[in-house]
């Protein structure tokens, strides 16, 4: 295993300590297989992915020989600088401590200072966990972690293949979803946010995904003084929490 040195990202490569690493249940980012490869390692790799949970990605070898720097064979995986934790197990305590749920989910979030502030934010208000999408979201690196201000290494983060599946799940569980979306009529300020309650952050360009909108319990908006866009999404989140925050201590 190497250190990145652009992005300090713990980089393990080459066919075998691969496969040991994700069999190990080591927290891996990803699955880097270089482009173009075929037959018994490409296999190999899509099933043991497939079965572990762990994201692929194809990559072009110019970008593999950098970020490996070694005799990759063809493959690395990125090591996770945290260890994963399961919804399903947390919340069921958080109920049993007889608190009163708060969960963020983020719905394409790409910008890793955006996710190190969002939890940054989610640890100060009493977040009992983030959960973010295996594709499609920021990388949880060394940068994210400066972001964050250590609250990435105490703040329980979930990954999940489906955030649908994740959200009818809470539902089911008594959690009411509510998510941020500039289409809304519903100030956040008039909802009642005492409730067993999980917010959705969308992303940073196109807000949340369309599906995600149709299931949502409740969908608000954080109302601004000037037409100027909008608040960058860390602020936004920020500001969900807070005012949850704000009505929980009453």
Request: with cysteine; charged share 20%.
């Amino acid at each position: 295993m190497q250190k990145n040195k652009d992005k300090n990202t713990q980089v393990i490569y080459g066919r075998h300590p691969v496969v040991e690493a994700v069999q190990a249940g080591m927290a891996i980012d990803k699955v880097l297989l270089q482009q173009g490869i075929r037959g018994e390692l490409e296999k190999e790799m899509r099933h043991l992915c497939k079965r572990h949970n762990v994201h692929l990605q194809v990559i072009p070898r110019e970008k593999l020989d950098k970020l490996a720097g070694g005799n990759h064979q063809g493959v690395a995986a990125l090591v996770s600088l945290i260890d994963y934790a399961d919804l399903e197990d947390i919340l069921p305590l958080v109920y049993e401590q007889s608190e009163i749920p708060l969960i963020i989910l983020l719905d394409g979030v790409t910008d890793v200072r955006n996710l190190g502030a969002i939890a940054r934010s989610a640890e100060c208000c009493g977040a009992h966990a983030l959960v973010v999408p295996v594709k499609g979201s920021a990388q949880i690196n060394s940068e994210a972690m400066k972001a964050s201000a250590g609250a990435l290494a105490r703040l329980p983060v979930c990954r999940t293949n489906s955030l649908v599946n994740t959200i009818q799940w809470l539902q089911e569980s008594g959690v009411q979803v509510m998510a941020s979306d500039l289409k809304a009529d519903h100030p956040i300020f008039r909802l009642d946010l005492s409730v067993p309650l999980a917010f959705v952050v969308g992303s940073e360009e196109t807000g949340i995904s369309p599906a995600v909108a149709r299931l949502a319990d409740q969908r608000f908006i954080i109302p601004q003084k000037s037409d100027l866009d909008s608040f960058n999404v860390s602020v936004a989140a920020g500001i969900m929490l807070y005012e949850a925050l704000r009505q929980r201590m009453g």
